[in-house]
């Protein structure tokens, strides 16, 4: 199944995708809690009720609802840096022995067709395409091989990055920055775990200004998702809808000769087979 959430006059709401429509989930039963967050805490196997019901209200016409993250409030947004295998040939970086974690913070959040905002006081603005892994139950010390269980599904992610706040302040601020306000695109819609057959395998791309700029396949993670749950949980409860963003691949700005950052006014697509297309614009801070 896939999932939206959208902006209306009663605050965010939740459609699901059946038979090449979309339903107001509540408007079919009322009982359902107005959150994705919220079902995937109620019970196991919400969503599966959740699509049945949809089916029954009217379906919305998609082109005219304002998007919202699929995940409204998370309350982890985990991260991986330098988890691609042709990433880290591209930067002539070691293979990281373990994950290497870091987080954003929940007001970096945007949906599909939210500007990303560069902020006043970076020039490098860099952009990364990535996978999310939504978590779907709560777990710490998860198994390895149980930790795809805790799977609910996957989202197109942008891991916007200022890189000389990340690279050259003292200590080298990777927290802030990562965490200005709108660098983490998300979206737009929640797939599934069970639409994708092998997360592993997918292919993932970027496009500026049309131009693709990163390109690649999941097969490159150096650690896999059922790894970086297992890794993670061993630190932090996890919980229903936080976020891992599992790393980018090779192409990114910083790594080009000369360098490319974003600009006031470019478009920029993350594209992943069989989760979808996120695109934002660029706009300068005002």
Not at 139 to 144: A, C, L, S, T
Request: proline content about 8%.
């Amino acid at each position: 199944m896939r999932f939206l959430t959208y902006d209306s006059i009663e605050g965010p709401r939740v459609a699901a995708a059946r038979d090449g429509q979309w339903y107001d989930v509540r408007s079919a039963d009322v009982q359902l809690p107005f959150s994705l967050r919220a079902m995937l805490a109620a019970e196991p196997g919400m969503l599966d009720e959740v699509a049945q019901a949809a089916a029954l209200g009217e379906p919305l016409d998609r082109e005219r609802l304002k998007l919202l993250p699929p995940i409204v409030g998370p309350q982890k947004i985990i991260c991986v840096g330098l988890n691609y295998a042709d990433h880290a040939a591209e930067t002539g970086a070691a293979i990281p022995g373990e994950p290497l974690i870091f987080n954003k913070f929940p007001t970096t959040l945007r949906a599909d067709g939210d500007p990303i905002v560069l902020p006043a006081v970076s020039d490098q603005v860099d952009y990364e395409a990535e996978l999310v892994v939504v978590i779907g139950r709560r777990g710490r010390h998860i198994d390895q091989a149980d930790a795809m269980d805790y799977v609910a599904g996957y989202c197109c992610g942008h891991d916007v990055s200022a890189r000389d706040w990340q690279k050259h302040k003292p200590g080298g601020q990777w927290l802030l920055g990562k965490s200005f306000d709108s660098f983490a695109p998300c979206g737009p819609e929640l797939v599934t775990a069970d639409e994708i057959a092998d997360p592993h395998q997918l292919d993932i791309r970027l496009r500026l200004n049309g131009e693709t700029m990163q390109e690649s396949n999941t097969c490159q993670l150096i650690f896999k998702i059922d790894q970086l749950i297992s890794y993670i949980s061993q630190v932090a409860t996890l919980e229903p809808g936080d976020l891992i963003y599992t790393g980018t691949p090779p192409g990114v700005g910083m790594a080009r000769r000369p360098p490319v950052f974003l600009k006031p006014g470019d478009e920029v697509e993350v594209e992943i087979d069989g989760v979808g297309r996120l695109r934002n614009a660029v706009v300068a801070a005002s």
